[in-house]
């Protein structure tokens, strides 16, 4: 599941559902930037194993730049908005047509995003996160009254390990 997320939540990752969702999306083009380029390509991925990062030849997806946000085609499109936090960390909004939103956290830099799922499980092992988050069995989402911005800067604060790289290529 988490990997299904890592490869498409950049751009498919609403099938997962055990990583932080929300019922409708929290971001728009207002508050997205084009951080990896903004050129159409295919998204060149990489997972870390034993410590470099391995190119994963057969896991790559059509990317599509519309306005301030990237179109990642797949079986279906997830449209993804990349929301500064700050310096270089942004969240991550992957929607497919007709799902919730899911989140991740990515630092980027010379082009590339190095994406970090947030995950329920880790979200219920810290209390502090239950003002922001609503938990449903293994699914989790960001309370509808909650400041989104603050939830993700908080997460900042101890980020889990990059789980994979993306990179637009031409």
Known sequence: MIRKFAVLALAAAVLCGCVLQSQQ??????????????????????????????????????????????????????????????????VVQGVETGSSAAYMLAEVSDGAAEGRVISCTDLKANPASAKWVKFEGDDCFVRPDAQAKELFTALLENPRAPSFRMEIIQ
């Not at 207002?30 to 380029?37: N, P, T």
Request: no cysteine.
């Open 25 to 90: 999306p929290l971001y728009t083009d207002d508050s997205a930037e084009l951080v990896l380029g903004a050129q159409n390509g295919v998204a060149r991925m990489s997972s870390w194993r034993e410590g470099k990062w391995v190119e994963d030849n057969d896991e790559r997806v059509e990317i599509v730049v519309e306005d301030k946000h990237y179109v990642a085609r797949a079986k279906s499109d997830v449209v993804l908005h990349f929301v500064r936090l700050r310096d270089n960390w942004f």
